[in-house]
């Protein structure tokens, strides 16, 4: 079998390696640079961080800020017009999941016009060309969209979130600094780390997993089991630096194996109810462990490990349980929503959320073979 891994050209790690932007731009001879971010980033002098050394340097570039938490085919389409208005030629994305991810549908489009309808660009696609060279500085330790070949757009009128794989949309590099992580709300260190949490549990358990991977997967959802807690709700350091490190660690993982119905789940929640991903992660993350736990119960003895759980003398499916309820508990003590009806999901739409499921990009990788009526199943058991 020959397996495949795509990384970044060039990543930077550590505190105030957001320097390392400006070598990057000079060395590359960019001169005009569309900035992706948005507003709130701006107001809590986040995004300011990194425009503050191009300003430094006197780095021309013009900002587009006007993007929403779970982005729309819209604000590609207008990140794309300020681009081609002022003919930049390279693009720095400062934010979370859903800034870079935008960045990255605007950079394939401006070197693929003929996929300018951006729902063409659904699913997985050998776009012709590479994206305008992209700079990732993420804000969030969670979506690892700076290190993956997939990123994520929501068609309002289909009302369906489109995930867009082509290996053309990867970072060109990638500057991890948890000093630009360093202000993130308590809730949104939760969700956006237990959205990094299921990336490296799901990446783990998915068909496609082979050894390197498996290596990623496993040292990922050990530092962030174990540093989440405290990143998020102590607002620890040493904590934050680690789960930086940690959600890009398990980017590296799943952008190259595949996820499973958790996400699957999560998108559709996100395209029918704007439901913040991580927080549709977390919530569905235990209930489909359990489905899936009764195909890969070695897998869960690992994962329990990895967590610093005692594995030993379980059956299989107390071993299964045991990583279960080691994640429910997590998520409880960081304050996630548990159910769909906390979150305001109408008891009524399951069946719609599930059909939509079983055709989402990852479900094909989920361990378990899956129907919809296991996917409504799954659904009601998190109602």
């Not at 640079?33 to 425009?51: C, G, W």
């Not at 003929?114 to 776009?127: K, M, P, Y």
Request: glycine content about 8%; some cysteine.
């Amino acid at each position: 079998m020959i397996n495949r891994i795509v990384l970044n050209e060039t990543s930077y790690f550590g505190r105030g390696s957001r320097s390392k932007l400006i070598d990057e731009i000079k060395s590359r001879g960019y001169n005009k640079i569309l900035v992706v971010t948005d507003r709130t980033l701006t107001e809590a002098n986040i995004s300011t961080l990194v425009t503050n050394e191009l300003d430094r340097e006197g780095i021309l570039y013009f900002k587009y800020e006007n993007i929403k938490p779970n982005p729309t085919v819209k604000n590609v389409q207008d990140g794309i017009m300020i681009a081609q208005i002022n003919n930049v030629d390279a693009i720095v994305a400062v934010g979370g999941g859903s800034v870079i991810d935008t960045a990255k549908a605007i950079s394939i489009i401006i070197t693929n016009p003929e996929h300018s309808g951006v729902t063409s660009l659904d699913g997985a696609v050998e776009t012709r060309n590479k994206g305008l060279p992209l700079i990732a500085l993420p804000t969030t330790a969670g979506t690892a969209a700076e290190v993956t070949i997939n990123y994520v757009i929501t068609d309002e009128i289909n009302m369906k979130k489109m995930v867009c794989v082509d290996v053309h949309d990867i970072p060109l590099c990638a500057i991890i600094d948890p000093d630009l992580m360093q202000g993130m709300p308590q809730s949104l260190a939760a969700s956006t780390g237990m959205d990094a949490l299921t990336h490296a549990m799901e990446g783990y358990i998915t068909k496609a997993g082979w050894l390197i991977p498996d290596m990623f997967h496993i040292n990922a959802m050990s530092l962030i089991y174990k540093n989440l807690e405290k990143a998020a709700n102590e607002k620890d350091d040493i904590a934050i630096e680690k789960l930086a490190y940690a959600q890009y660690i398990a980017g590296m993982g799943f952008s190259n194996v595949g996820l499973g119905i958790v996400h699957s789940m999560a998108h559709s929640l996100g395209a029918f109810f704007d439901t913040p991903h991580g927080v549709a992660n977390a919530l569905l993350l235990p209930h489909v462990l359990k489905f899936n736990g009764v195909v890969c119960p070695g897998l869960f003895r690992n994962m329990g490990n990895a967590f610093g759980l005692n594995m030993n003398n379980l059956s299989d499916e107390d071993a299964v349980n045991t990583v279960v309820n080691a994640i429910s508990d997590l998520s409880r003590r960081l304050g996630i929503p548990q159910t769909l009806r906390e979150i305001g999901i109408p008891e009524e739409m399951l069946p719609q959320l599930a059909e939509q499921a079983i055709n989402d990009a990852c479900t094909p990788g989920n361990p378990r073979e899956v129907t919809v009526e296991d996917i409504i199943k799954i659904y009601e058991s998190a109602y």
